[in-house]
């Protein structure tokens, strides 16, 4: 399955997310399609008048979550505590480890096949939302500098999906409508989405790459799009686009 139909699976089948059992199902289908151990979707404070409210699923082991849990390993976790503090997606190998605390927590993480690579992606919203979108592998740091490059960039599109339909289905932020694409906005990510470079697509429009950068960044705000690569996935998933 090429990237780009193994993304669209993903992201159409994000709005069937009702409720946990639903979440983990797609988290699942994450997994899979990633060839990761794991994938988990955590939202520590829903936000708003749903403050400290948590919604999530995982695909680790009950009995890792029942044990981070009992041992209350998530006041000292790594990956807890830097994606409090940050919007950028960070790959676990850049935390500090150091205390036998947290030796002991990998060691029995390790156990539980939890994986020994992980890469988190903060979520933050303007109501106080607090969430965590992070995937997992055992494997070597070879090849998962490889499964990073190749993927990064889908998982945070995946994360956003997943994060904005959490927050709609337990009513955390209402969903606000996108502005209509203008016909050059249209064509141009409809071109984008094809595959086509800015380059190809400014010639096949017969206009500058300035004039197409400013097409795509206006596209990208009215869709809420993290970057012209979000606005594409947000486009043909509200089908203002078709490729």
Known sequence: MSPQHRLQEIVEASPQVTDQNELNRLLRHVRRAYDLDNAIYY??????????????????????HERYEDVRYRDMDPVVLNSASTFVPFD???????????????????????GNQGY????HGPLGQFAMFSVSKQCSEEEWGVLLGETAQE????????????????????????KPLSPREREALTLIAAGRSRGQVADKLNISESTLRVYLDSARHKLGGLNTFHAVAIAMKTRNIHV
């Open 43 to 64: 939202a520590l404070s829903l936000g708003g008048d749903l403050a400290g409210q948590e919604f999530g699923a995982m695909t680790y082991p009950m009995a890792w």
């Open 92 to 114: 676990w190998r850049t935390l500090d480890w150091t205390g036998r605390s947290l030796r002991r927590m990998l060691s029995e993480a390790e156990e539980f096949r939890v």
């Open 120 to 123: 988190s992606i903060p979520l």
């Open 155 to 178: 998982l945070l599109l995946i994360a956003h999906h997943v994060h904005r339909q959490v927050l709609t289905v337990t009513g955390a932020e209402a969903v606000r409508p996108s």
